[in-house]
């Protein structure tokens, strides 16, 4: 299992965490403009949301 944390102080609101996931872990927050880790045990580990975020406001542990 993985635990996907996303820092909002970081985080630039371009949803590329949202359209990279091929989980599709995350959804999107309209009014806030932010990602939800919405379905966290479907994360499969691979990390392309770390890597498509280019802020690094988003880290992917395993627990």
């Given at each position: 299992?993985?635990?996907?944390?996303?820092?909002?102080e970081?985080?630039?609101?371009?949803e590329?965490?949202v359209?990279?996931c091929?989980?599709?872990?995350?959804?999107?927050?309209?009014?806030?403009?932010?990602?939800?880790v919405?379905?966290?045990d479907d994360?499969?580990g691979?990390e392309?949301?770390?890597e498509?975020?280019?802020?690094?406001?988003?880290?992917v542990?395993?627990?």
């Open positions: 299992m993985f635990e996907v944390t996303v820092d909002y970081k985080c630039q609101g371009d590329e965490c359209g990279n091929p989980s599709e872990v995350f959804d999107w927050d309209e009014e806030n403009q932010k990602p939800i919405a379905r966290m994360c499969l691979c392309t949301c770390v498509v975020c280019e802020v690094g406001a988003i880290t542990e395993e627990v």
